[in-house]
């Protein structure tokens, strides 16, 4: 992403380096997604009213450009543009959330893109959530750097090269997830009580395109 503020629409990140694990680019153009709002669900009357959180930036990683994309508000339709070119989205709480939060700036409907949406699955099978951070937290030993209320802050105080970094970084995380649980089969979590525990998935790229 671009750190110089007065530069809006795609940009290009070449902050965060490509880990050694990353995938060489396949003939699938995956793409992993998150993005961070201007509002809170306390701010716009209740978690009934995503639509109107408002996108503060959205994130892309592109698996054949083999770089990260970033997006502010005013270029919001270049990000669906941009989803729209994937073979595959991946992202997680993408469907309830990201794509809840972008449908405003759009007349496509995001629904139709080929979408992953890991916190869906992993509901799925256990029945109940996990964090995207306690999930990287036991898989990757990996940490998110701040939260959402954090960047809500930083949005108040027009303080934007704060928010991509953040935005970047869980890219990275979510990224770096789906690849784990596709090359090994399972993700790592804790149990209430602290007791590790696996679960199985299966996030073979070629059976979710």
């Known amino acids: 992403m671009s750190e110089q503020l007065g530069l809006f629409g795609e940009t290009e990140d070449k902050e965060l380096p490509k880990p050694a694990d990353v995938p060489k680019p396949s003939g699938l153009r995956v793409q992993y997604f998150d993005l961070e709002t201007q ?13 109107k959180m408002g996108l503060a930036v959205g994130v892309v990683w592109d698996s054949q450009d083999q770089k990260f994309f970033t997006y502010e508000e005013k270029d919001a339709w270049q990000l669906v543009d941009k989803l729209r070119t994937a073979d595959l989205a991946v992202g997680f709480n993408i469907i309830g959330f990201d794509y809840t939060v972008l ?18 699955d992993v509901k799925k099978q256990l029945g109940f959530r996990l964090s995207l951070n306690h999930l990287a937290q036991h898989t990757l ?41 596709e090359k090994n089969g399972y993700l790592n979590y804790q149990s209430r009580s602290g007791n590790p525990l696996q679960l199985k998935v299966d996030w073979n790229t070629s059976n979710l395109t």
């Open 103 to 120: 449908q405003p700036y759009s007349d496509f409907d995001l629904q139709e893109i080929n979408t992953f949406d890991m916190l869906a």
């Open 141 to 181: 030993n990996a940490k998110k750097s701040a939260d959402g209320l954090v960047s809500l802050q930083w949005y108040k105080e027009g303080k934007m090269d704060k928010i991509i970094q953040y935005c970047k970084q869980d890219v990275e995380i979510t990224r770096d997830l789906f690849l784990f649980g």
């Open 39 to 51: 509002r809170s669900a306390e701010d716009v009357g209740g978690w009934s009213n995503i639509h």
